[in-house]
C-alpha cells in the first residue's frame, strides 16, 4: 500500500500551474476565434527559447530574459496572425481550414527552431537552487518561482476580464461575435489583444518549464496535448476552466507517480480527457 | 415629425456565388418612422439587414445613413454612426448578467485597448460611471431593475427581448433594425414589445426598421411598409395600400398566408 506523500502536491501545483497558464491562452484563442491553434504549443517553445538566447547568448540575467522573451512571443503571434490566420478569416475560412493550417504553421515553426538551435537539449544558466523544507515537503526555489508567478499572472487574468472594458469585450466576443459587433465592439482588435494576452501567458509558461526542466524544439508540442486536455477538462473557451483544468491534470500526473512509471504521466492525462468526454462533455464548470 | 430620410438604400445587389440574393433593392427610412420589410421566405429580407449593418460588402449599390455614405464602412463603424441591429432568436450574452449586457452596448466605451483600460484610469472611470449610469435609467425605463444581477440565460424570453432592445439602446443609436422582434413570442408579450417599440419611437426619438412574420403586428406598428420579393422591392405604402397593392397580392399575399 502507498501512503501518501505531500511531496506529490508541491509537485503537481507547479506542474498544474504552467499547464494552467499556457493553457488560458489557448483557450481565449479558442474562445474569441473558434478555432483550436495546434501551433499554441510553439508558442511556448518560442517563449523559451527567445529566453535562451537573451539569458545564455547575451549573458542577460534569467528574469530580464524571461521579461523579454513576453514581447518577443507577442510579437511572432501577432505576425502569424497577420500573414497567416487573419486573411483565412477574411475569406471566411470555417473552424477546421485554421486548424489544419495550424498544424502546417506548428511543424514549419518546430522545425525552424530546431534548424537553428538544433535538437539537442538546452539549459539556462542558472545558480543551482537549494531546496528547502517546509512542513517535510521539500521545496526548490524553482518551484516557489513557478507557483508565485502562475498565481499572480491567474489573478492578473481574472482582474482583467472582469474588471477592465477590455475583457468584459473579450468575453463578449467569444460569446456571440456578431452579437459584440453589432454592440459596437471593435472585434478585430480585441482578437489582437488576445492574441497579446495568450501568447504572452504562454512565453512565460515556456521559460517557468525551462527552468524548471531542460529546453527542448519540441518542448511546446510534446506539452499541447495535455493542454488541450486541461482546456476540455475545464470546458472549452473558459479561462477559468482551463485554470482548474490546469491543476487538476498537473496534480493527477504528479500523483500518478506513485502506481505507474513516469513515462505514462501524459497518459494520465488523456484518460482523464477521455473519460470526462464520455460523462460531462461540457466540462467540470458545466455549461458556461 | 420630420419627413426626410434617415437611411437611404439605392441599388443594393448581393450575390453568393450564383445565387442573387438581393438585386437592386431601393429601400427609403425616414426618420422617427417605424418603417416593416415583409416579404416571403427567401426574398432578400435578412440578407438587406446584414448587408445595411455592415455584416456583408454589397456588390453594388449604396447605402447612405444620416447624410453619409456607410455602404464600405464596417459594422462597428456603422454602429458608431448611429445604426444597430438586434437578431432574429433573442440574443443576449447568456453567462453575463443583464446589467452587463447592457454595459457592453456602451458606445463611449475606451474598450479594446489594453492601454486605454488600464491607463488614464480618471477619464476611463467617468465614463465607466456614465455607463452605469445609462445602464440603471434603462433598466428602470425597461422595468428591468429587479433582474439587474441576474443572469441573461435567466430571462423569460420576453424579458430576453427587451434586454436585446435595451443593448441596443445603449449604443446610442438613431435607427434600430429589429430582425423578427415578435418570432416565438407568446400573443401578450409581442403586445407588450409593440408598446415598448412605439413607445421607445415617441419618447426617445427613434427610428426602426422591422422585418416581421406576423402581420397583425407589422400592420398596427408600422407607419410604411416596404414589400420585397426576390430581392426587390415590389411596393411600398401605409398598410392599407400594401393590402391591396396587386403586385403584393401575387407574390405574397396570394401564395403564402400571411
Not at chain 1, 152 to 173: E, F, K, P
Request: proline share 3%.
Amino acid at each position: 500500500m502507498i501512503s501518501f506523500d505531500p511531496q506529490f502536491l508541491i509537485n503537481g501545483l507547479t506542474t498544474g500551474g504552467t499547464i494552467a497558464l499556457a493553457a488560458i491562452g489557448l483557450t481565449l484563442i479558442f474562445g474569441v476565434l473558434n478555432f483550436i491553434n495546434f501551433a499554441h504549443g510553439e508558442y511556448l517553445t518560442i517563449g523559451a527559447y527567445a529566453a535562451f538566447v537573451a539569458n545564455v547568448s547575451l549573458g542577460l540575467p534569467i528574469l530580464l530574459s524571461a521579461i523579454l522573451a513576453v514581447p518577443v512571443t507577442v510579437v511572432f503571434a501577432l505576425v502569424i496572425d497577420r500573414i497567416v490566420f487573419y486573411p483565412l478569416r477574411r475569406q471566411g475560412a470555417g473552424a477546421l481550414a485554421l486548424l489544419i493550417t495550424s498544424v502546417g504553421v506548428s511543424i514549419v515553426v518546430r522545425n525552424l527552431i530546431e534548424t537553428i538551435w538544433s535538437s539537442d537539449t538546452r539549459r539556462y544558466d542558472l545558480a543551482a537552487g537549494e531546496a528547502m523544507s517546509i512542513l517535510g515537503i521539500r521545496i526548490t526555489a524553482v518551484q516557489i518561482i513557478i507557483l508565485v508567478t502562475s498565481l499572480l499572472l491567474m489573478v492578473g487574468v481574472h482582474l482583467l476580464l472582469t474588471r477592465t472594458t477590455l475583457g468584459v469585450s473579450m468575453r463578449a466576443t467569444a460569446s456571440n461575435q456578431s452579437l459584440a459587433m453589432s454592440s459596437g465592439i471593435n472585434t478585430e482588435q480585441v482578437v489582437r489583444w488576445t492574441w497579446v494576452i495568450g501568447a504572452g501567458l504562454t512565453a512565460v509558461a515556456g521559460v517557468l518549464i525551462g527552468i524548471d526542466t531542460v529546453l527542448r524544439p519540441t518542448m511546446g508540442f510534446g506539452l499541447l496535448l495535455v493542454m488541450f486536455a486541461a482546456v476540455i477538462l475545464g470546458g472549452i473557451g473558459d479561462p477559468y476552466g482551463a485554470m482548474l483544468g490546469g491543476f487538476v491534470i498537473g496534480f493527477v500526473q504528479e500523483v500518478s507517480v506513485a502506481f505507474i512509471s513516469a513515462s505514462y504521466k501524459p497518459a494520465v492525462a488523456f484518460m482523464i480527457m477521455v473519460a470526462l468526454l464520455v460523462w460531462k462533455p461540457e466540462g467540470l464548470r458545466g455549461g458556461t | 415629425m420630420s419627413t426626410e430620410s434617415l437611411l437611404s438604400v439605392h441599388g443594393l445587389r448581393k450575390t453568393f456565388g450564383g445565387i442573387v440574393a438581393i438585386d437592386g433593392l431601393e429601400l427609403e427610412v425616414k426618420r422617427n418612422s417605424i418603417t416593416g420589410l415583409i416579404g416571403p421566405n427567401g426574398a432578400g429580407k435578412t440578407t438587406a439587414f446584414k448587408t445595411i449593418s455592415g455584416f456583408h460588402d454589397p456588390d453594388e449599390g449604396e447605402i447612405v445613413f444620416d447624410g453619409q455614405d456607410i455602404t464600405a464602412n464596417s459594422v462597428q463603424a456603422i454602429v458608431d454612426a448611429g445604426l444597430t441591429r438586434t437578431f432574429q432568436e433573442a440574443r443576449t450574452f447568456p453567462s453575463m448578467t443583464v446589467f452587463e449586457n447592457l454595459l457592453i452596448g456602451h458606445r463611449g466605451h475606451r474598450g479594446e485597448g489594453l492601454l486605454q483600460s488600464t491607463a488614464g484610469v480618471k477619464t476611463y472611470a467617468s465614463d465607466e460611471r456614465t455607463a452605469m449610469e445609462r445602464a440603471d435609467q434603462l433598466l428602470d425605463y425597461l422595468q428591468l431593475n429587479d433582474r439587474k444581477d441576474k443572469q441573461a440565460s435567466q430571462l423569460a424570453v420576453g424579458e430576453r427581448k427587451l434586454l436585446e432592445i435595451g443593448r441596443a439602446l445603449m449604443t446610442e443609436p438613431d435607427l434600430i433594425l429589429l430582425d423578427e422582434p415578435m418570432a416565438g413570442l407568446p400573443a401578450d408579450v409581442t403586445a407588450d414589445i409593440i408598446e415598448y417599440i412605439e413607445r421607445i419611437r415617441s419618447e426617445r426619438d427613434q427610428t426602426f426598421l422591422i422585418i416581421e412574420h406576423d402581420m397583425d403586428t407589422i400592420m398596427s406598428i408600422c407607419d410604411k411598409i416596404a414589400v420585397m420579393d426576390a430581392g426587390k422591392k415590389i411596393a411600398a405604402g401605409t398598410a392599407e395600400e400594401i393590402q391591396n397593392d396587386s403586385a403584393v397580392i401575387d407574390a405574397y399575399l396570394g401564395t403564402e398566408s400571411p
